[in-house]
């Protein structure tokens, strides 16, 4: 496997949680879950796609996977997901760059690699155990609503998921109706961006590009003289739920980040994005001219986290404070993500 770029701490965590290994079979269903066994189901669900879906000299395969778990193993694993997606994104990328010479190209059809892990106690008329893991595959198009109570609005999808009574991978028809006993928690979503340039290089973190290093600040910076209305910042961002990505200049001391919605249209400082998986407000942005930098507060119940650290939540009324760097990621609960850089 690559070596990784990024945090070499959140490496050795990932090297912990999901030890490393060649070995795809897929796990007897009375196995406990760990993390492996995860990894080990989602690598199967790959390589058997790899195989149902490459022609010729084009190398395809799925790209959207739905994880159903039993609700007592998703609170189990919960912590542990963004570890096991880069770990499997990882592999992913490794085995796409060892077949690369056997089709030439890389063709596929997502844009990204989605992962979204559920619980529930039933799918498909069939009980899910505390040792199943069901995994379903598919080419694109597997983003479930941000609605619990109705699962993913799919359609008719053309899925791939192993049977457990032959243990064979098999083609299936299925529609939101299959997944409306699965709880879908906004915390288990992940997305990661790919390119047919870059799908050989190892992944960082979910939805995550690693940041380049702050840029040190001359103690004159402050009082250099600036254009009028120059932008301060800007944020280049990308939205899962509508593939949205967009630009948005950064022109005032304190920019509002919150869901598109009509109360919010006449403000001028705020950052509106499309998105139930943002909350109204959901963070604070400003310039600090005293200390010559930014600082960031967090408003939502959801995670709000900048380059792989969480930020606690505050009240609006009274925002807490954080330091954010002249280049930073910031991710808003696993589905949105802001890449914050400083103007000269």
Do not use: C
């Not at 840029?215 to 600036?226: D, F, I, L, W």
Request: no cysteine; proline share 8%.
């Amino acid at each position: 496997m690559p070596k990784k770029p990024g945090n070499p701490i959140f490496g050795k965590l990932g090297q912990w949680l999901v030890p490393t290994g060649d070995s795809h079979t897929p796990t007897p269903a009375t196995s406990p879950v760990t993390n492996t066994r995860l990894l080990t189901e989602l690598l199967a669900n790959f390589d058997d796609s790899v195989s149902g879906e490459s022609v010729g000299g084009s190398l395809l395969f799925n790209a959207h996977f739905l994880i159903l778990l039993h609700p007592d193993t998703y609170e189990d694993r919960l912590n542990a997901f963004p570890v096991v997606v880069s770990e499997v994104v990882s592999a992913f990328n490794s085995r796409i760059s060892s077949l690369r010479s056997q089709y030439g190209r890389v063709s596929p059809v997502a844009s990204g690699w989605f992962f979204k892990f559920g619980g529930g106690t039933e799918f498909g008329g069939e009980p899910i155990l505390p040792t199943d893991v069901r995994v379903i595959g598919s080419l694109t198009r597997l983003l479930p609503v941000n609605t619990p109570a109705v699962g993913p609005t799919v359609g008719n999808l053309k899925a791939t998921r192993r049977v457990q009574q032959t243990n064979r991978y098999e083609k299936v028809d299925l529609n939101q109706e299959a997944f409306r006993q699965i709880d879908f928690r906004e915390p288990g979503a992940f997305l990661i961006k790919f390119s047919h340039e870059t799908t050989a290089k190892s992944a960082a973190q979910p939805g995550h590009i690693a940041p380049a290093a702050a840029r040190p600040v001359s103690s004159g910076a402050a009082s250099m003289p600036r254009l009028i209305n120059a932008p301060l910042a800007q944020f280049s961002y990308y939205v899962a739920e509508t593939q949205e990505e967009n630009t948005y200049q950064m022109r005032d001391r304190e920019v509002v980040i919150a869901r598109k919605s009509p109360d919010n249209q006449n403000f001028p400082n705020y950052l509106l994005l499309e998105s139930g998986y943002v909350s109204n407000p959901h963070a604070r942005i400003r310039y600090d001219d005293a200390a010559n930098s930014f600082q960031i507060a967090s408003f939502s119940r959801n995670e709000t986290r900048v380059n792989e650290a969480l930020i606690p939540r505050s009240e609006p009324a009274s925002p807490v404070w954080h330091p954010l760097a002249d280049e930073a990621q910031i991710l808003l609960n696993s589905m949105v993500t802001l890449h914050f850089h400083r103007n000269p």
